[in-house]
């Protein structure tokens, strides 16, 4: 009987977070959060390698299956898919690439198919790059029921899915030292992917916090907001509250989740910027007094930030959006009671979903004190592709492809009659 192979803190760890996010259906941060402690290199290597499994499963088990007469455990095809990932867009020798996934099968019990792993990434090694010119990689790796909801630009949208996404910062105002990185039209800094933000020069000092370039941009459509009161509901982790205070306004964020406030109150100590902060469900606060503006993101079903969490469409299905709905029409319900008359309310939602962004609007407007305040071309000079005929914001994944491209949002801004 063949010896165990010595642990591969790589793949071994990769091996969990696919075990954990494609079988026992938890988040990818979750899966990396339960992973036993190791060498921080070695677990960044393992989150790009299941990360890159995830983006492209559709496409690797396609290339896969080309050279499998019948499916093989869960745990073998796992290691496929690592081996296959790492042959095909990862660069990795293929030498490297199948010996270690011959390793994991055997380390992970099941030395039995040690044989078909070898043989099976072996043909994947030399012919693989040929099938992958023969697939639709983008439809493959999407779910039909998310391919067919994002209409005509659904392919943009799956083509941004395929890579690592770039890491975008917001820069407080006048600070210095910032990182060296490209300075987008929208006023983000974007940083090459996989950027440690931790050890960036201007993190300790609080010169800048993560911000998605899309993410950042709901806040500037609720206009001037100097000396402003302005209530931010689902508040944490805190990037739009920021943005909020830095705009000269009183802000007062919410946030239900105790730990995700007590998230919220670090990321503003370490940018020396000061709200005040309530740990109460949105549905339910009742503050005594209403708002000058209101922004609510929304829980959804983050369909946009797909790019940065592979796991999602592995994840989600349309019942999901069922409790979602469900959620967001109360909290807008919650928003407006906040809203003195004349008040502006943001609604947006980091999802690709039309039941969660516009169909939610015309449910509002159809029951609430409220009416549409359209967004002008002129507001967003630099990113009008993305203004709806009805004036909302839709961006994702597809819009500045050759600059990294952007998550998803929707955005409409409403004002209390």
């Known amino acids: 009987m063949p010896e165990t192979p010595p642990p591969d803190p790589t793949r071994d760890s990769a091996l969990f977070l696919l075990t954990e996010t494609l079988d026992r259906h938890r988040t990818l941060d979750a899966a990396l959060h339960a992973l036993p402690g190791g060498d921080g290199r070695d677990r960044a290597a393992a989150h790009r390698l299941a990360a890159t499994v995830l983006r492209r499963l559709g496409t690797l088990d396609a290339v896969l299956d080309a050279h499998l007469r019948r499916a093989p455990p869960v745990t073998v095809r796992h290691a496929l898919r690592l081996g296959a990932a790492a042959l095909l867009f990862l660069a990795t020798p293929p030498h490297a690439a199948v010996s270690t996934a011959v390793a994991l099968t055997r380390r992970a019990g099941f030395g039995a198919f040690a044989g078909l792993v070898n043989a099976v990434l072996r043909r994947v090694a030399s012919d693989g790059g040929a099938a992958l010119e023969s697939l639709d990689p983008p439809r493959l790796d999407t779910p039909p ?82 000396g402003q009161e302005v209530a931010d509901l689902c508040a944490a982790p805190g990037g739009k509250t920021a943005q909020l205070v830095l705009a000269g306004a009183r802000v007062t964020a919410v946030e239900r989740a105790p ?159």
């Open 145 to 226: 029921w998310l391919w067919a909801s994002w209409g005509e630009a659904a392919r943009a949208i799956a083509l941004g899915h395929q890579n690592d996404p770039p890491l975008d910062l917001t820069p407080l105002p006048g600070v210095s030292p910032l990182p060296a990185g490209e300075i987008l039209p929208s006023g983000s800094l974007r940083l090459p992917p996989g950027s440690e933000v931790t050890a960036l020069p201007g993190y300790r000092e609080g010169n800048f916090f993560v911000q998605d370039t899309a993410a950042a941009l709901p806040v500037r459509l609720l206009g001037p907001l100097a």
């Open 259 to 417: 730990a995700r406030l007590a998230r919220l109150a670090e990321n503003l100590a370490r940018l020396h910027l000061d709200a005040e902060l309530v740990n109460a469900d949105a549905l339910t606060w009742r503050p005594g007094r209403r708002f000058d503006a209101v922004l609510l993101d929304a829980p959804c079903s983050a369909t946009g930030t797909i790019r940065r969490h592979p796991e999602i469409p592995h994840l989600r299905s349309p019942r999901d959006l069922d409790a979602m709905i469900a959620a967001q029409d109360a909290l807008l319900d919650a928003a407006c009671t906040l809203l003195k008359p004349g008040g502006r309310l943001l609604y947006a939602v980091c999802s690709l979903q039309p039941e969660e962004g516009l169909a939610r609007i015309k449910a509002a407007l159809g029951r609430l004190p409220l009416r549409r305040a359209p967004i002008g071309a002129d507001e967003l000079p630099f990113l009008a592709e993305a203004l709806t005929e009805a004036g909302d914001l839709r961006t994702h994944p597809g819009l500045w492809a050759a600059q990294g491209g952007m998550d998803g949002f929707f955005a409409a801004r409403l004002i209390r009659l």
